[in-house]
């Protein structure tokens, strides 16, 4: 069980749109429509915002959209605020009743 | 609102075993839509899944960590814990709870929905 791949960075500006992807393999991200994603301010408790590759819970902005291709989910924040400014991570269920994240992203809103 | 919190040691020495506790308020573990997790994020790095568990004591852990890790709960006291045997350096680490979204009817899980605020434990003699 190998950690997703994320890019360790990606950068906007306010307003532009990003996306964030995340590799895993046909063992986890491509067998299973379980991707999650999560917001992670330094200090503060992550916080789902994508579940089921494409699903917002109640509050999560419809800026953020999730979708899922093959082996690859991916991302994306539209018209960014300064607030999304945060560490992003992927997660993916694996089988068995096991999980895997990513090596996370961070956003920067320049 | 939900709130889940870790407690424990924050200074561990190498060889020993980390012990956290996460208690749940305002709400029950006992309740079918949800398993219970141990996610944790070494200084620097991504967030990495230790295991979970469901109210009726069945876990799922780690296979990197499944040697070293035990995972259960205590329903009359609305709390779970982790056990990390034979610790090193490598497991200092901010150490979440958090809890798994289970939908009981349709066999589908729903994200990690709710996370404690973190506890930074470190390994060192």
């Known amino acids: 069980q190998s950690a997703l791949t994320q890019p360790a960075s990606v950068s906007g500006s306010p307003g532009q749109s990003i996306t964030i992807s995340c590799t895993g393999t046909s063992s986890d991200v491509g067998d299973y429509d379980l991707v999650s994603w999560y917001q992670h301010h330094p200090g503060k408790a992550p916080k789902l915002i994508i579940y089921?590759?494409?699903k917002r819970p109640s509050g999560v902005s419809n800026r953020f959209s999730g979708s899922k291709s093959g082996n690859t989910a991916s991302l994306t924040i539209s018209g960014l605020h300064t607030e999304d400014e945060a560490d992003y991570h992927c997660?993916?269920?694996?089988?068995?009743?096991?999980?895997?994240f990513g090596g996370g992203t961070k956003l920067s809103v320049l | 609102q939900l709130q889940l919190q870790e407690s424990g040691p924050r200074l561990v020495k190498p060889s020993e075993t980390l012990s956290l506790i996460c208690t749940v308020s305002?709400?029950?573990?006992?309740?079918?839509?949800?398993?219970w997790g141990w996610i944790r994020q070494p200084p620097g790095k991504g967030l990495e899944w230790i295991g979970s568990i469901y109210y009726s004591g069945s876990t799922f852990s780690n296979p990197s960590l499944e040697r070293r890790v035990t995972i259960s709960v205590d329903t009359s006291k609305n709390l779970f814990s982790l056990n990390l045997s034979s610790v090193t350096a490598a497991d200092t680490a901010v150490y979440y709870c958090?809890?798994?979204?289970?939908?009981?009817?349709?066999?589908?899980?729903?994200?990690?929905?709710?996370w404690g605020q973190g506890t930074l434990v470190t390994v060192s003699s």
């Open positions: 305002s709400g029950s573990i006992r309740h079918s839509n949800y398993y």
């Open positions: 997660c993916s269920y694996a089988g068995s009743g096991t999980w895997v």
């Open positions: 958090a809890r798994l979204h289970y939908d009981y009817a349709s066999g589908t899980y729903k994200g990690f929905d709710q």
């Open positions: 089921e590759v494409t």
